[in-house]
């Protein structure tokens, strides 16, 4: 089975950075980061696939976040650097064993982690 773990999230100022870190058991084919935040709807903010180099950032974070992954740690990473105090929120980590559907369709992912908490203060 797949079971993801996540940590890394904690409080920063504005312009700071964190990064996140998903250890990533059992096969997958896509895993990325999602981010909820009081009163919104979960948004996918990165996902990268296996056995390819395409990544997808979501627009409100290109230039900003780097998502990549260390196979021989079995961890997927999420660098967040200039963070914005409209970063803040719940990170979670999931992994999907299938490619169907859009990369942004939360429902698409089979395996979630428990969620790190990300604060950026102004």
């Known amino acids: 089975q797949v079971q993801l773990v996540e940590s890394g999230g904690g409080s920063v100022q504005a312009g700071g950075s964190l990064r996140l870190s998903c250890v990533a058991s059992?096969?997958?084919?896509?895993l990325g980061w999602f981010r909820q935040a009081p009163g919104k709807e979960r948004e996918a903010v990165a996902v990268?696939?296996?056995?390819?180099?395409?990544?997808n950032y979501a627009d409100s974070v290109k230039g900003r976040f780097t998502i990549s992954r260390d196979n021989a740690k079995n961890t997927l990473y999420l660098q967040m650097n200039s963070l914005k105090p409209e970063d803040t929120a719940m990170y979670y980590c999931?992994?999907?064993?299938?490619?169907?559907?859009?990369?942004?369709?939360?429902?698409?992912?089979?395996?979630w982690g428990q969620g790190t908490q990300v604060t950026v203060s102004s």
């Open positions: 990268i696939y296996t056995g390819t180099v395409l990544i």
């Open positions: 059992g096969v997958t084919y896509r």
């Open positions: 999931a992994a999907s064993r299938t490619l169907g559907g859009w990369w942004y369709e939360a429902a698409r992912y089979n395996y």
